[in-house]
């Protein structure tokens, strides 16, 4: 699984970060999404998927 973020995109909700905390945090400044992990281990695979489909912008994608 390969994990990519369009900061561009965000609107700093913090959905991907209530789903998936291991891989995804928010800058300080602005709430902006921060990508910890490009490439989560197979036991965080739901979660980030989860993170993906709730983000409101749609500012993750998931490559399988």
Not at 20 to 30: K, Y
């Amino acid at each position: 699984m390969k994990v990519t973020i369009e900061q561009d995109k965000c609107v700093a909700s913090g959905q991907c970060v209530t789903a998936a905390m291991e891989v995804f945090d928010q800058r300080d400044e602005d709430g902006i999404v921060v990508l910890l992990n490009a490439e989560p281990p197979a036991d965080q695979a739901e979660d980030v998927r989860q993170a993906a489909a709730v983000c409101p912008a749609l500012a993750i994608a998931v490559e399988e």
